[in-house]
């Protein structure tokens, strides 16, 4: 995924591809998570069993991402996958916040 041009905003909001997302911007938060309940099956599987059911209820998937532009620029413009992008927002210093999203 390749991150949005900082110089566009001052926070910066995009799907897990890097595409700018449309939607009002979280507030100040400097990383913010945007994330849906998942609605998948999810199973527990032991070898080839399933051994269980996993609790949707307290599961989300990321659907996207808003950054202050400080901390896009300290990412250097690399390319990188969704979780290295949570991982290296962490190494920051940054705790992220999550916002329930309408986003896809």
């Not at 911007?25 to 599987?45: E, G, N, Q």
């Not at 979780?83 to 210093?93: F, M, P, S, T, Y």
Request: glycine share 8%; hydrophobic share 45%; net charge negative.
């Amino acid at each position: 995924m390749r991150l949005p041009d900082p110089l566009a905003d001052d926070i910066l909001v995009f799907d897990t591809d890097g595409a700018t997302l449309h939607i009002d911007p979280p507030p100040d938060a400097p990383a913010t998570l945007l994330v849906v309940p998942v609605t998948d099956a999810l199973k527990i599987v032991s070898g080839d069993r399933v051994a269980g059911s996993f609790d949707r209820g307290r599961a989300w998937t990321v659907v996207g991402f808003a950054l202050r532009r400080e901390v896009v620029e300290r990412l250097g413009g690399k390319e990188m996958a969704p979780q290295a992008l949570i991982e290296k927002v962490k190494e920051l210093g940054h705790v992220w916040q999550t916002r329930v999203s309408g986003a896809p």
